[in-house]
């Protein structure tokens, strides 16, 4: 699998498992824990982070993803709660 239908893949994962670390997503797609797939769903999640379908934050050397729309669904709920 490769090019865009890897890109969805990575982000169906991300979904149905938010938020996630990049080695969960590669060890959970079968690609292993190695340093070379995990640089591969990097790129991917890179991807989808400039098309604006998931949000990442660095947490020490991990990457941390979840997906865009839940972030928005939790700035919703921080303006009703005022």
Sequence with gaps: MKGKALTQKVYEHIE????????????GMGFGTDNS????VVYHIRKLEK?????TKRIGKALVVWPYEIERLRTIHELLKT
């Design 37 to 40: 797939s995990v640089k591969k």
């Design 16 to 27: 149905l498992n938010w938020p996630v670390h990049t080695k969960e997503i590669s060890q």
């Design 51 to 55: 098309n604006e379908k998931v949000m």
